[in-house]
């Protein structure tokens, strides 16, 4: 231990542990589609139909499931900022969640690409 706990940007072990399950055939589908949600969210921002503060509560949970609590602290923020109508903070906090999600985003297709290659089944 590094004493630096609280400074993971990842982990992996979050999904298994909220799930009570390490079975890849389990995890794969439902990590893929909270980490797809997420992605599209941050890549593509919120759509003209959509409400930020909608979506920044529903994604700050996802996070925290998906083991990175930075990114959830960052919703929660864009989620008051949105709820309060700070546009200026909602841009700021957004950029930093892009920033953010570039960090971990490369470890969390490789966990994807891993779960699905367990979740097939064996010739």
Do not use: W
């Not at 590094?2 to 400074?7: A, L, V």
């Not at 999904?15 to 399950?21: A, Q």
């Not at 900022?81 to 969390?108: F, I, K, N, P, T």
């Amino acid at each position: 231990m590094t004493g630096h706990e609280e400074d993971v940007e990842y982990d992996p072990r979050a999904f298994k542990t909220l799930l009570g399950s390490s079975n890849p055939t389990l995890l794969s589908p439902l990590f893929d589609r909270a980490a797809s949600a997420l992605k599209v969210f941050i890549q593509e921002g919120p759509q003209p139909d959509s409400s930020i503060e909608f979506d920044a509560h529903k994604l700050k949970t996802t996070c925290l499931q998906l083991g990175l609590p930075r990114l959830s602290n960052i919703l929660d923020a864009l989620e008051t900022a949105a709820r309060e109508g700070d546009s200026a903070r909602c841009d700021a906090l957004s950029r930093m969640l892009q920033s953010e999600y570039s960090q971990v985003a490369s470890s969390l297709d490789k966990y994807a690409a891993q779960l699905a290659s367990a979740a097939r089944p064996s010739a």
